[in-house]
Nanobody, 122 residues
Framework: QVQLVESGGGSVQAGGSLRLSCAAS????????MAWFRQAPGKEREGVAA???????TDYADSVKGRFTISQDNKSTISLQMSSLKPEDTAMYYC????????????????WGQGTQVTVSS
């Protein structure tokens, strides 16, 4: 059974850092496209960062460029290093995965994790 499990969320003050991880399991072939999305209360889900794990190409939302870094730790795990966090980064963060020719935040993702909460206080 395909599973994505996120970890690393928590509470931090503005300006602080957090590192999220997402471990994928249950695949015969690991997905080449993995991403992070977030959803704050009362807001629509938005893409944060995506990575093509085959070639390492990344895609970021403008709101996190220069502050967040998505990376591949191993064949089945990705991370999101978040720095200079702002209160507006507060949200539930979800890991998503799929197989795609073009891997961006606009790609379609079939598999989703349960989410990990990130809270940034001012």
């Amino acid at each position: 059974q395909v599973q994505l499990v996120e970890s690393g969320g928590g509470s931090v003050q503005a300006g602080g850092s957090l590192r999220l991880s997402c471990a994928a399991s249950g695949y015969t072939y690991n997905p080449n496209c993995m991403a992070w999305f977030r959803q704050a209360p009362g807001k629509e889900r938005e893409g944060v960062a995506a990575i093509n794990t085959g070639v390492g190409i990344t895609d970021y939302a403008d709101s996190v460029k220069g502050r967040f870094t998505i990376s591949q730790d191993n064949k089945s795990t990705i991370s999101l290093q978040m720095s200079s966090l702002k209160p507006e980064d507060t949200a539930m963060y979800y890991c998503a995965a799929d197989w795609a020719t073009t891997c961006t935040l606009k790609s379609s993702y079939t598999y989703w994790g349960q989410g990990t909460q990130v809270t940034v206080s001012s």
